[in-house]
């Protein structure tokens, strides 16, 4: 999602099989890249409302 307003930013193709192995490289990969979309989003809403992401 987007900052204001909420748009969809990205759509991940999550292709590993199941079961998933919540500590391989590939899984540690697609989850490295969602908390980064996440943070650069949360930064941008800070900043918006004149705040910092440490408050």
Do not use: C, W
């Not at 999602?1 to 899984?27: N, V, Y």
Request: charged share 40%.
């Amino acid at each position: 999602m987007t900052a204001r307003p909420g748009r969809i930013k990205s759509i991940i193709r999550f292709d590993l099989p199941h079961p998933r192995d919540s500590t391989s490289d590939q899984f540690r990969d697609v989850e490295r890249r969602i908390y980064a979309d996440l943070d650069e989003e949360l930064a941008k809403t800070f900043a918006l409302e004149g705040r910092s992401a440490r408050e």
